[in-house]
């Protein structure tokens, strides 16, 4: 893969990298669309990284499905998939790790402790084996985007990071590789998330500035659904991860529920003036 890449860049070709965990949908497939538009190179990982999964999570489970993903990369124009084993990534003996401060505790990291450090880490030599000029994420993770952003500024690392929206199903469920685990029942109910996050932007912009009510209002409603147990929802400043008390400037509301035993996260960023006179 390196040898590739150094090659390519040597003659003057401009990379462009998504690196994912398979499983492909059409989330994956706007980040390579992207990537394709903005890059003469389109260059796809496909590892499901063992060191930001929990000793209690889905690593196992996690679903792996290479030749649909490949089909799918085919003909959406990339042009190299990165396919590395666990051993290739983590030789015996491995000891290096990445740890993003103040940024890889909160928020999922609260009940995912060590999952941001895994990300870091292996984004980190994944940058060093494919030496994009850009990479892409989705904002869907909205954390994992903001931590890259900052890890890349503070270990200097020369790679343009582009953060693309989120991809929906029509009725606002946001694509993940974990809806697949969801009955059709469980599927229904996951619409609460998105939902709660309409509801809490249409509460901020009807103007109701304090967080903590926000945050009541999208629990009560969330709630309403029996296989729904709440795991986080906070209101932070989009860039630092702060947590706010009062609505102001660029926020981001995330969320992580479980839907029976199916984790899924989602989140909104809302734009709110400072001027304005708030509750
Ligand atoms: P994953 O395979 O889950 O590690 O995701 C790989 C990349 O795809 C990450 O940058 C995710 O943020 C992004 N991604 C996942 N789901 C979506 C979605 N629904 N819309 C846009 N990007 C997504």
Same mark, same amino acid.
Request: aromatic share 6%; with cysteine.
């Given at each position: 893969?390196?040898?590739?890449?150094?090659?390519?860049?040597?003659?003057?070709?401009?990379?462009?990298?998504?690196?994912?965990?398979?499983?492909?949908?059409?989330?994956?497939?706007?980040?390579?669309?992207?990537?394709?538009?903005?890059?003469?190179?389109?260059?796809?990982?496909?590892?499901?990284?063992?060191?930001?999964?929990?000793?209690?999570?889905?690593?196992?489970?996690?679903?792996?499905?290479?030749?649909?993903?490949?089909?799918?990369?085919?003909?959406?124009?990339?042009?190299?998939?990165?396919?590395?084993?666990?051993?290739?990534?983590?030789? #015996?003996?491995?000891?290096?790790?990445?740890?993003? #401060?103040?940024?890889?505790?909160?928020?999922?990291?609260?009940?995912?402790?060590?999952?941001?450090?895994?990300?870091?880490?292996?984004?980190?030599?994944?940058?060093?084996?494919?030496?994009?000029?850009?990479?892409?994420?989705?904002?869907?993770?909205?954390?994992?985007?903001?931590?890259?952003?900052?890890?890349?500024?503070?270990?200097?690392?020369?790679?343009?990071?582009?953060?693309?929206?989120?991809?929906? #199903?029509?009725?606002?469920?946001?694509?993940?590789?974990?809806?697949?685990?969801?009955?059709?029942?469980?599927?229904?109910?996951?619409?609460?998330?998105?939902?709660?996050?309409?509801?809490? #932007?249409?509460?901020?912009?009807?103007?109701?500035?304090?967080?903590?009510?926000?945050?009541?209002?999208?629990?009560?409603?969330?709630?309403?659904?029996?296989?729904?147990?709440?795991?986080?929802?906070?209101?932070?400043?989009?860039?630092?991860?702060?947590?706010?008390?009062?609505?102001?400037?660029?926020?981001?509301?995330?969320?992580?529920?479980?839907?029976?035993?199916?984790?899924?996260?989602?989140?909104?960023?809302?734009?709110?003036?400072?001027?304005?006179?708030?509750?």
């Amino acid at each position: 893969m390196s040898a590739y890449s150094s090659k390519a860049r040597l003659r003057g070709r401009c990379i462009g990298f998504v690196p994912t965990m398979g499983a492909l949908h059409e989330g994956h497939l706007s980040l390579i669309r992207q990537a394709g538009k903005d890059n003469d190179l389109v260059l796809v990982s496909i590892f499901v990284n063992p060191a930001q999964f929990g000793p209690k999570e889905d690593l196992r489970k996690y679903p792996r499905t290479f030749i649909r993903d490949a089909r799918l990369c085919k003909n959406s124009g990339v042009d190299v998939i990165f396919y590395p084993g666990i051993a290739q990534m983590y030789p #015996e003996g491995y000891r290096t790790y990445v740890s993003v #401060e103040g940024l890889s505790d909160c928020l999922c990291g609260r009940s995912r402790p060590g999952h941001f450090k895994g990300v870091a880490t292996v984004v980190a030599k994944l940058f060093n084996i494919v030496q994009p000029d850009t990479a892409y994420f989705g904002v869907k993770d909205a954390q994992q985007s903001v931590m890259i952003r900052k890890m890349v500024q503070d270990l200097n690392i020369p790679v343009k990071i582009r953060v693309m929206p989120t991809v929906r #199903e029509g009725s606002g469920l946001a694509l993940s590789s974990r809806n697949d685990y969801l009955s059709l029942n469980e599927k229904k109910d996951a619409l609460i998330l998105s939902r709660s996050l309409s509801f809490a #932007e249409y509460l901020i912009k009807s103007g109701l500035k304090d967080a903590d009510r926000v945050i009541s209002a999208m629990k009560q409603l969330i709630l309403k659904k029996r296989s729904a147990k709440i795991d986080y929802i906070s209101i932070v400043d989009a860039s630092t991860l702060r947590p706010l008390k009062k609505i102001a400037g660029e926020c981001l509301i995330a969320l992580a529920v479980r839907i029976g035993r199916t984790r899924l996260i989602d989140n909104v960023v809302v734009k709110v003036s400072l001027r304005k006179d708030n509750r």
